[in-house]
């Protein structure tokens, strides 16, 4: 077709396969356009806005849908919105629009509806430092709504992860059906290097589990999970019928207002990110095979703490690293194996916070755990990780 | 063999509504003489009247008693947290433009915790249906004031009369770009029923206040009976001015001497809220099909409206 | 005076100016030519602090044929400042033995030792537009380091700046990139 051809000469396709030197943001707004984005809700806020200026410019032009809202708490329920309806969602957002963000987040998940939600963390808290870095929204991410709930939360260390970790977080939210979390931090979202996007074909996808039933079929309960937990969703506009509420509700998706109801659903939302984590889990290991000391890092510290390790080890000290390339769920199992190695006699945790992940490692240990902390604005040092690994 | 009995006193097993309804979910939380069942069976009359498939028909809620109102209606039903049905509903409307978005909360839901997205939508001209129940309280937690609450009404946070100046609600959505406004009360049940059909079919924001009897919240505390009183209010004291000056339509509803205008008092064609550029989602060839030209024409086209 | 940068260690370059010097696009064509057409690793940051509008804002580039770890410079090898207070600010984070560019019309260096100077506004207007000052600079810097190929450089320009304004900027990198190279032949 010769519109089509000229048409593409003048407007990027969905997936901008090849080799770029690309600033993580705006990686990340790719890896959600390669993903089969289908609406992005929003509202600007450094440093997350050039996800958002990305996809203002991409989106509509491949098809989707974006809508600047009038503040966070209309963008997280618009994505809902949108994605009860059968679109892939997204949303990005930085400490205090993450903090507006978290009832619906707890609605997302009572309702089980998949929704993509990036938070470019910054210096915290309050309006804190709005364009330097911080690490200290992980246990908002993990806890920050009310009540009981599982969700998956990545954290990429590079641009090229901003775009993968991207398609993997709405391949997780639709086979989960839970909202799934990107926490980059803004030296990950500023930071300029190369991004390869494979070819189209190559990008993985998972949808959403959907009914089996015919509209109309009296069998079909929206709300009751199959074996693995997870119920089949149907979108609004499909003829199911359906009555999705924040309530607690039973397998039809009526409220149902007691204890017995709220004990079962409650313990099935928990458990479905539970008993699907193995499949959520990414970590890196780093000369950890003989490693006597351990170190736990993510995001851009991760990049520090390599380094660390390797100057450790020019001096003779047998340093590891452990990357958490997912913060939750936490893998707990592996931090538990390294605990009971022999070799092993302490872990070092480097983060910019005042001390949050260091809390899962120290649950999981007998062993020291030392932590290295600042409060936000600036990386923390290869220096002062090798300090504490050369003590 | 058995005679049929005669057509006049036939028992039918259905109600025409009863597949709009969910049945298996009566009875029903609200208190007798409450507005909202009535409110509920208007929408219902106007989705079998509307001549849109019923699987097109999608109701969003906030929370309240009025919020309850998405769990009767055997639609797709969508009962949101407080304040952010009208934003959910943006997401369903704008993402499948094709189906018919109602939005049943209340006046608190609405305009108070929702206030910034209900002036929003009305600015973007999302095409929504909001139906708005006011009952001038929050009824469902006990009777507190809400922003509807008239001066000197007693409620359980205004135990010596509220002394804040209540939203104009039809004022309001008017000010802010609705494409459709009105008000009425549950009294004026085919009014209400025509008006709702006529916003089905509307493509744009449409707003319609219902002034709706709440007897335990607001009624008790301020000697108001019973919801008959109510509604024997309602027909002494309603005026019909579909032409009425929306800024001297303020209702003081403890003072019966005083008139509460209702009517369809805007009706005016503007291009509703349209983000998409070109085709369909996911039609990605046929999107980039279109030509840089009739993507900068179609904006400008809208830029023009506004 | 030459610093030919080992091509095993990451090399630290600083490019500090104020806003509308194109410090950004600079560090952006040096990164982009490293990472996509020299086969090298390259990482680019900016500052992003309030100083941006208006005070020094520089440009941060590490290149390296190795994966890189740290992504921010610290020590800088290589420090261009285009105006005076970038000067004042980063002359004393330049590396021992380091590489120093200023644009020499707007720097006044007292007589420090082993500055490379060149008038790239003055270049830049000889050429047609004083925008293009910074791409003079960038020609000159590939040109005297050899941090990056010329080659690559000149496809970074192509795949970055607007087509119609391709050819200007070419003259400028070309302008840059021969100032460093007659200079090298004189000595």
């Known amino acids: 077709m010769p519109g089509t051809v000229s048409a593409t000469a003048s407007t990027p396709p969905r997936v901008m396969t090849g080799e770029h030197f690309m600033v993580g943001d705006h990686a990340c707004a790719e890896g959600a356009l390669a993903a089969g984005l289908d609406f992005f809700a929003g509202y600007p806020i450094t440093p997350s806005t050039e996800i958002c200026e990305r996809l203002a410019h ?75 870095v911080g690490q200290a929204d992980v246990f908002q991410a993990r806890w920050g709504s009310h009540g009981d709930y599982g969700i998956v939360a990545y954290s990429p260390s590079s641009p090229q992860e901003c775009f993968d970790l991207t398609i993997r977080a709405f391949n997780v939210a639709d086979r989960l059906r839970i909202p799934v979390f990107v926490l980059m931090d803004e030296v990950i979202g500023h930071m300029t290097e190369r991004v390869v996007i494979p070819p189209a074909q190559q990008i993985p996808r998972v949808d959403r589990k959907r009914p089996s039933h015919e509209p109309g079929d009296a069998v079909f309960l929206p709300f009751k999970a199959d074996a693995d937990l997870i119920p089949p969703m149907a979108h609004a506009g499909e003829g199911y019928n359906v009555h999705f509420t924040g309530l607690t ?23 479905k990110v539970a008993v699907h984590a193995p499949e959520a889990i990414l970590t890196e290991e780093v000369d950890l095979d003989d490693a006597e000391v351990v170190v736990v890092a993510f995001g851009c510290t991760a990049r520090s703490a390599r380094r660390a390790v390797a100057m450790a080890r020019q001096q003779g000290v047998k340093a590891g690293l452990l990357r958490l390339i997912s913060l939750w769920p936490f893998p707990e199992e592996r931090v538990r194996d390294l605990g009971r190695r022999d070799a092993v006699k302490r872990f070092v945790v480097p983060e910019i916070n005042m001390g949050q992940m260091c809390r899962e490692v120290e649950r999981l240990t007998h062993l020291p755990v030392q932590s290295i902390n600042r409060a936000g604005g600036a990386m923390i040092t290869p220096q002062s990780i090798l300090e504490v690994l050369v003590s | ?13 259905e109600h025409p509504i ?258 998409v550029l070109g085709a369909p989602r996911r039609e990605v060839a046929k999107v980039l099909a279109e030509n840089a030209n009739q993507r900068t024409r179609s904006r400008e086209s809208v830029g023009h409206e506004h | 005076m030459s610093t030919e940068t080992t091509q095993n260690g990451p090399v630290q370059i600083r490019i500090a100016g104020y806003g509308g010097q194109g410090v950004i696009l600079t560090g952006m064509l040096l990164g982009k030519a490293a990472s996509l057409y020299d086969a090298k690793e390259a990482v680019f940051t900016q500052s992003y602090g309030p100083e941006a509008r208006g005070g020094a804002s520089s440009a941060d580039v590490v290149i390296s044929s190795d994966p890189i770890d740290y992504p921010l410079v610290t020590e800088p090898d290589i420090l261009v400042t285009l105006f005076q207070e970038a000067y004042s600010k980063y002359r ?86 021969a100032r460093a190279t007659e200079e090298s032949g004189r000595e």
């Open chain 2, 18 to 275: 009863d597949t709009l309804l969910r049945a298996d979910r009566f009875p029903h939380i609200l208190c007798p003489a409450c507005g909202i069942g009535s409110v509920i069976h208007c929408y219902v009359q106007a989705i079998s009247e509307s001549g849109i498939d019923k699987a097109q028909h999608v109701c969003v809620s906030g929370i309240g008693c009025s919020g309850r109102a998405a769990g009767y209606i055997n639609v797709d039903s969508y009962h949101t947290t407080h304040g952010r049905a009208v934003p959910f509903a943006l997401g369903i409307a704008v993402y499948r433009p094709e189906l018919c978005v109602t939005v049943i909360s209340g006046d608190g839901d609405l305009s108070s915790i929702g206030g910034n997205h209900l002036i929003h939508a009305a600015r973007r001209n999302v095409n929504l249906n909001i139906i708005c129940i006011n009952n001038f309280n929050y009824g469902m937690t006990g009777g507190q004031a809400g922003p509807t609450t008239p001066v000197s009404a007693k409620s359980s946070t205004t135990p010596f009369g509220s002394w804040e100046r209540p939203f104009n609600l039809p004022h309001l959505a008017h000010a802010v770009g609705a494409s459709l406004v009105s008000r009425w009360t549950v009294l004026h049940a085919r009014q209400l029923k025509q008006t709702i059909l006529k916003a089905m079919h509307k493509q744009g924001f449409a707003f319609i206040e219902v002034l709706s009897p709440c007897p335990t919240g607001f009624g008790r505390p301020n000697d108001r009976g019973d919801g008959i009183e109510d509604m024997r209010r309602y027909r002494q004291r309603c005026v019909i001015d579909d032409e009425a000056y929306l800024p001297d339509i303020d209702i003081d509803i403890t003072d019966d001497t005083s008139p509460i205008v209702v009517g369809n008092f805007v009706d005016i064609d503007r291009p509703p809220f349209q983000p």
């Open chain 3, 92 to 177: 004393s984070s330049l590396k021992p033995g380091g590489t120093l560019i200023v644009e020499s019309d707007l720097v006044h260096t007292n007589g420090d030792a082993n500055v490379a100077g060149l008038p790239a506004s003055r270049m830049a207007e000889t050429i047609g537009r004083r925008i293009v000052a910074n791409v003079v600079v960038f020609g000159y810097l590939v040109g005297k380091t050899g941090v990056i190929s010329k080659e690559a450089a000149i496809k970074a320009i192509e795949a970055t700046v607007k087509p119609k304004t391709y050819e200007l900027n070419l003259k400028a990198f070309s302008a840059g990139y």
């Open chain 2, 1 to 13: 063999m058995s005679v049929p009995a005669p057509a006049a006193t036939q028992f039918v097993e």
């Open chain 1, 249 to 271: 509700h039973d397998e039809r998706g009526y409220p149902a207002l007691n204890a017995q109801t709220h004990e079962q659903l409650v313990t099935r939302l928990v458990n």
């Open chain 1, 58 to 132: 991409r989106l509509p032009q491949v098809g989707g849908t974006f809508v600047q809202m009038e503040d966070e708490l209309g963008s997280i329920a618009a994505i809902l919105g949108a994605s009860a309806a059968g679109a892939r969602t997204l949303t990005a957002t930085s400490g205090p629009g993450f903090s507006l963000m978290m009832e619906n987040i707890g609605l997302a998940a009572m309702m089980e509806i998949p929704c993509v939600i990036v938070d470019v963390m910054r210096g915290s808290p309050s309006t804190g430092l709005p364009t330097l």
